[in-house]
């Protein structure tokens, strides 16, 4: 367990990420892919039965013992919290209203942000979006680790440490790599997490309050869906920088393991990701899968040649700003 992982900084390429060029092929070869860029017409009524199944189960482990309110808020609403997060993810672009409704799409993902006890859709949505326009750009996207990370966490027991971490990882990077100023929406949903946190406090008490908190720091870290922040982008093979996985957990994460498919083409829901591999096979079939989330932690944690260093970095050259 005291063994250093094996690199020591991260995979610099000095080429383009990928998906932009094959997004234009595969746009030319099969103009059918434009019809799946359409709103999910289920992704607003799961949502919403997610929300309503959290407060219920606020509402009935106000009277649980300590021990089983964790019990729960790890198994079944770390699963819900951490799903609502990926339903944020979806609706940050525009797949519950269309992209002609933002306004709809930023007030329903602030709706299913309530669960998750902390202000994140408004944040998430400002960032998410340098993500994929410069994906594992320098100083850019707040997705890559920092140099610090990679340089701590770099044996198998801190590795585990820095997995159970990830919430507050997420949380504070971008305010140290690329901090941006804060915007009407984030006070909004700031102010609304706390009327919604207030009323259920008073409702039901503190049980409940640090049952939604729990659910959101167990799911999102060393729990066997977090596998996917792994999974995504950390470089299992050389020369690949996103990896798709196609089980079953994706029943519940809004299908967030089609990444290749969604970094193709991030205004196709969740939903219909499916459609586009299906659509044109030969652009997905030959690329690296995971095939378990849970087997992706593990090998991260004791693969010397894994850590937080093994992400493909690059440096984009912005235009400057007119005077």
């Keep these: 367990m005291g063994n250093s992982a094996g690199r020591s900084d991260f995979e610099w390429v000095y080429t383009d990420q990928p998906h932009t060029q094959r997004r234009k092929e595969m746009l030319a070869k099969y103009p059918a892919i434009k019809a799946l860029m359409r709103p999910d017409p289920h992704l607003k009524w799961t949502v919403l039965g997610l929300v309503l199944a959290q407060l219920l189960a606020c509402w009935l482990v106000r009277g649980l013992a300590w021990r089983w309110l964790f019990f729960w808020a790890y198994t079944f609403g770390g699963c819900v919290n951490h799903s609502l997060t990926l339903a944020i993810h979806d609706i940050s672009h525009n797949t519950a209203f269309g992209t002609g409704r933002a306004a709809h799409n930023r007030w329903f993902a602030i709706f299913a942000n309530l669960p998750i006890g902390l202000p994140y859709a408004a944040s998430f949505k400002k960032y998410h979006v340098d993500h994929h326009r410069y994906l594992g750009g320098d100083g850019l996207d707040v997705d890559v680790p920092t140099r610090l990370e990679?340089?701590?966490?770099?044996?198998?027991?801190?590795?585990?440490?820095?997995?159970?971490?990830?919430?507050?990882?997420?949380?504070?990077?971008?305010?140290?790599?690329?901090?941006?100023?804060?915007?009407?929406?984030?006070?909004?949903?700031?102010?609304?997490?706390?009327?919604?946190?207030?009323?259920?406090?008073?409702?039901?008490?503190?049980?409940?309050?640090?049952?939604?908190?729990?659910?959101?720091?167990?799911?999102?870290?060393?729990?066997?869906?977090?596998?996917?922040?792994?999974?995504?982008?950390?470089?299992?093979?050389?020369?690949?920088?996103?990896?798709?996985?196609?089980?079953?957990?994706?029943?519940?994460?809004?299908?967030?393991?089609?990444?290749?498919?969604?970094?193709?083409?991030?205004?196709?829901?969740?939903?219909?990701?499916?459609?586009?591999?299906?659509?044109?096979?030969?652009?997905?079939?030959?690329?690296?899968?995971?095939?378990?989330?849970?087997?992706?932690?593990?090998?991260?944690?004791?693969?010397?040649?894994?850590?937080?260093?093994?992400?493909?970095?690059?440096?984009?050259?912005?235009?400057?700003?007119?005077?």
């Design 150 to 323: 990679g340089w701590l966490f770099c044996t198998p027991a801190r590795k585990l440490l820095w997995l159970l971490l990830q919430p507050f990882f997420y949380s504070l990077r971008p305010l140290c790599v690329h901090p941006k100023a804060m915007t009407r929406m984030e006070v909004l949903n700031a102010l609304v997490q706390l009327a919604a946190n207030a009323t259920i406090f008073s409702l039901w008490g503190l049980k409940s309050m640090v049952y939604l908190l729990a659910s959101s720091i167990l799911g999102l870290g060393l729990h066997p869906i977090s596998g996917h922040f792994v999974a995504e982008h950390y470089m299992f093979l050389k020369g690949h920088e996103t990896y798709s996985y196609y089980g079953p957990l994706n029943w519940i994460t809004f299908n967030v393991g089609y990444h290749v498919e969604h970094h193709d083409f991030p205004s196709i829901p969740g939903c219909n990701l499916p459609l586009v591999r299906k659509i044109a096979p030969e652009y997905y079939d030959h690329l690296p899968q995971h095939h378990s989330w849970v087997k992706v932690l593990w090998d991260f944690v004791f693969e010397d040649s894994l850590g937080p260093f093994a992400r493909v970095k690059r440096v984009y050259k912005l235009a400057e700003d007119p005077l």
